[in-house]
């Protein structure tokens, strides 16, 4: 067995918007993190280092049951009354801001984060790495609409700072459909504050509005708390290299000791997106990482862009990110060497205004 | 006691959408079903001489609990989310597709198949035909609005493969209410396929749509799956008999040797409805049965027919449907002639063209 | 210890629209009464003296789950769908009728009833008077919006007929915010009959619309139930006294022998609304009683009158109200000596008709 201590705890949570919320934490040894398949196979923080890696959301009482999460209401912006994790996913239907296509409501950031997965599992495997994964099924389903299945497997290996999220989205349906994902990671103080930085292999930038074309030179810098300050966005290509164009990028604080940096393939999702709110410490400081198969659009732009993934009946398609912590500045540094050569591949392309619409035209 | 034996099994589901369903399993030893009275005392499915009786909704991970069915999310077809019993109540208050006044969404059926039934309790009888008994009351009441209660009683007899469901509605204002009621028995394979056949006493059949109308000739005849074709409706009046007016109607597979039916009072549900679904495989290839107090379009229209059904300050109406499993041929065709006999007593008039709107104008 | 009897008893509600609602059972010894945590901190009913205090809501089977309430539904009036409460708080970023500001809906009286309490505790004071105490916390929040905490204290003394329920209000938002609170008391039979009487300090008195206008003169007597009966408003300012601006106002029954007081100080809760439903027995015969910050208009109503409360970063407000049942004529009798007291300030002022909107223009 693995060579490391290693642990899973289960727990139904109790109390307030969290009752009947089920939990899984997983340690690593080195890594702790909460599972929540309650909350469609979402991670809600993580431990490393005496650090919590997460950010500190407006909703306090958190994790939410879904069953509390009014999606439709506020205009469809319901979806932010239970966000409040590390790591969310946005889709599978649609993802993005809210809007209206006839009486229809198309709510912020689509359902997949507030329904339940079933079939949840534990697996622990026998031979080396020794890897330790939870799977569960989320289906956004119903008749005479999407029938849309997500097999998501989230693994760690014991001894180590890194977890895998890798989730199968299969079109149950007799009919050819679509999807789209956004994975939407969340981090906040003490990695987040005034010098932590942005470090990407920019292929191509694009901010989203005016506002985040205003501070466009300073993309990848975070500034400090500052209660009113708007939320800025930015829509990215990345460089990335190999059989499976891997890329990776990295949030590091300001004394560059501490990061976080997430590698994916370029091929699955080839979007990337930076969410910067710098607003104030209790109102949501924190800053969203996201690779993504579509920009965050609604669905009928991402559509006429050829962004919405087409699925064939019985058809899968795989998306998998590892996240991974950096302690210290030697492991940092090693990580910003490893971007720095996927940079040499070009010089970015920087639209100095915003390309694309972010509300149905 | 009874010579056959028989049970009852109380279980509360766990994981997924399902979480926290209560679910009655009752097995006269020849018919096991599943009564759910979480979702306002529907029936999940039906197990009966080595079939499973009911169908293969879109929604494969039900039952779904009420608390995470949208009923007004997708323009009122939230609905859809939790659909996937074999037979499911659409009232009180209202039922057919939604429809707006004012500010009001009316979604989709309303709402009874979404409240979870209070004071469920098991009965046995002590002498023959020691009848099973699962009752359960469903509040459809609100400050200011309607206060419908529905006292269901679903019960089975030992060494049977019949149930039946008594449901008396009350008004409980202390004014004149109404309410409407159509009962959805929904079957899909293996009794369902093509080749499978409406068997009914038809006085007068009228097309919902000009896709139904098209096909008309066709209307007791079932197609194979085909993923895409568009759901078909038909309206209709039947033919009784006796003090009660009771009718009967059934459908059978491609080789008469299984079939379920329906037995009912004209008086107590004078409309019948017939929803063809033949979609895809995995998108709810499906029939529905569905005798009723009323047609399924917007209730405005319902109530300028009136066939909104009017109850004095606690006034009570009652409905009993008997659902059937018949094996064999000799039992099918025992019930053909039954049905041959009620046609005996005139032509059917057959409407062309739809008659009535399925939309408010 | 206490020299009278007391219990807490803590329970888990089980069936129907109630599963998993927690209450909390609170007996002086004279007086019990029922805490909802999981109904945002509302009091379900009370018994004092063989009465039952409290009132008939049509919605028959709560306390209600909040997940089973859809406050968007009705065209925001959802909230009545678990109305069933002797005492439901309004607000916290709203109350009153619902209204639309473009794709936003605020739904009748708020969320803060409808959002189960956390961190829920029992403190039992081991010196006189011996209170015991239940705290629970309730988050109004969400990202981008609101951040409004509600710490809620319910004591009660053993051996007294009295509660007292003291709220604080703190906003957690890092920017200036506001909040509203109408504290929504319902009281019907036995208390509620033809005959009773509220008997209050009126300082200025208005009715809400003409039909309230129309029976202006009668404002403080109760008629017996009739139903179709509209409901009637009217907003008052009441005479206070002492440091505290305390002021106290009255429900007795005819008999003059059985009542209920409310007690608050007029700097916390300046305004007062009586809500007279004169409805049928079974349709809510009920009267509200409604200490408030603010009138339940529309929020930029209430803004453009100043009659939000402003908050700072990390500002609190307190509200405190003591509830106290009255047996006996002697009791009674005493009230009314002390609200005659307050009168004697001066004359009221009665407005004929409607001052206010109670709709957005």
Redesign the interface.
Request: include cysteine; proline fraction near 9%; charged fraction near 25%.
């Given at each position: 067995l693995a060579a490391s201590p290693w642990s899973v705890r289960v727990q139904r949570l109790e109390?307030?918007?969290?009752?009947?919320v089920e939990l899984i934490e997983v340690d690593t040894g080195l890594l702790r993190f909460d599972v929540l398949p309650?909350r469609g196979m979402g991670i809600w923080q993580a431990h490393c280092g005496g650090h919590r890696i997460g950010w500190r959301?407006?909703?306090?009482?958190g994790p939410v049951?879904?069953?509390?999460v009014?999606?439709?209401?506020?205009?469809?912006?319901g979806w932010?009354?239970g966000?409040d994790e590390l790591f969310a996913r946005c889709g599978l239907e649609w993802n993005g801001p809210p809007y209206?296509d006839?009486?229809?409501?198309y709510s912020l950031h689509g359902r997949i984060a507030n329904?339940?997965?079933?079939?949840?599992a534990l697996e622990f495997d026998d031979k080396p790495p020794y890897a330790i994964t939870i799977e569960g099924?989320v289906?956004e389903?119903?008749?005479?609409?999407a029938?849309l299945?997500m097999r998501s497997r989230i693994s760690a290996v014991p001894g180590t700072t890194r977890l895998t999220v890798r989730d199968q989205i299969t079109n149950?349906?007799?009919?050819p459909s679509g999807f789209q994902l956004l994975n939407h990671w969340n981090l906040g103080p003490p990695l987040l504050e005034q010098g932590s930085r942005l470090v990407a292999p920019v292929k191509l930038l694009c901010p989203r509005t005016a506002d985040a074309a205003e501070v466009l030179d300073r993309f990848d810098i975070y500034e400090a708390?500052r209660?009113?300050a708007p939320e800025l966005v930015y829509f990215f290509e990345l460089w990335g290299t190999g059989a499976r164009d891997e890329t990776v990028v990295m949030l590091k604080n300001r004394a560059s000791d501490l990061a976080v940096s997430l590698r994916f393939s370029l091929r699955e999702q080839p979007r990337f997106i930076v969410w910067k709110n710098h607003?104030?410490?209790?109102?949501?400081y924190v800053t969203g990482l996201e690779p993504a198969v579509n920009y965050p659009n609604p669905r009928p732009y991402e559509t006429s862009q050829g962004r919405v993934i087409p699925l064939a009946?019985g058809e899968s398609y795989d998306v998998e990110t590892t996240f991974e912590i950096h302690l210290g500045k030697d492991t940092v540094v090693a990580v910003e060497r490893e971007i720095d050569a996927l940079r040499r591949q070009g010089q970015p392309v920087i639209h100095p205004a915003p390309l694309e619409p972010y509300v149905v035209p």
């Amino acid at each position: 067995l693995a060579a490391s201590p290693w642990s899973v705890r289960v727990q139904r949570l109790e109390g307030g918007r969290r009752q009947g919320v089920e939990l899984i934490e997983v340690d690593t040894g080195l890594l702790r993190f909460d599972v929540l398949p309650t909350r469609g196979m979402g991670i809600w923080q993580a431990h490393c280092g005496g650090h919590r890696i997460g950010w500190r959301s407006p909703v306090q009482d958190g994790p939410v049951h879904p069953s509390l999460v009014p999606l439709e209401a506020w205009g469809g912006l319901g979806w932010l009354e239970g966000f409040d994790e590390l790591f969310a996913r946005c889709g599978l239907e649609w993802n993005g801001p809210p809007y209206r296509d006839g009486d229809r409501t198309y709510s912020l950031h689509g359902r997949i984060a507030n329904i339940p997965a079933h079939d949840v599992a534990l697996e622990f495997d026998d031979k080396p790495p020794y890897a330790i994964t939870i799977e569960g099924i989320v289906d956004e389903t119903r008749l005479f609409g999407a029938q849309l299945e997500m097999r998501s497997r989230i693994s760690a290996v014991p001894g180590t700072t890194r977890l895998t999220v890798r989730d199968q989205i299969t079109n149950r349906k007799s009919q050819p459909s679509g999807f789209q994902l956004l994975n939407h990671w969340n981090l906040g103080p003490p990695l987040l504050e005034q010098g932590s930085r942005l470090v990407a292999p920019v292929k191509l930038l694009c901010p989203r509005t005016a506002d985040a074309a205003e501070v466009l030179d300073r993309f990848d810098i975070y500034e400090a708390p500052r209660p009113g300050a708007p939320e800025l966005v930015y829509f990215f290509e990345l460089w990335g290299t190999g059989a499976r164009d891997e890329t990776v990028v990295m949030l590091k604080n300001r004394a560059s000791d501490l990061a976080v940096s997430l590698r994916f393939s370029l091929r699955e999702q080839p979007r990337f997106i930076v969410w910067k709110n710098h607003a104030g410490t209790n109102d949501g400081y924190v800053t969203g990482l996201e690779p993504a198969v579509n920009y965050p659009n609604p669905r009928p732009y991402e559509t006429s862009q050829g962004r919405v993934i087409p699925l064939a009946p019985g058809e899968s398609y795989d998306v998998e990110t590892t996240f991974e912590i950096h302690l210290g500045k030697d492991t940092v540094v090693a990580v910003e060497r490893e971007i720095d050569a996927l940079r040499r591949q070009g010089q970015p392309v920087i639209h100095p205004a915003p390309l694309e619409p972010y509300v149905v035209p």
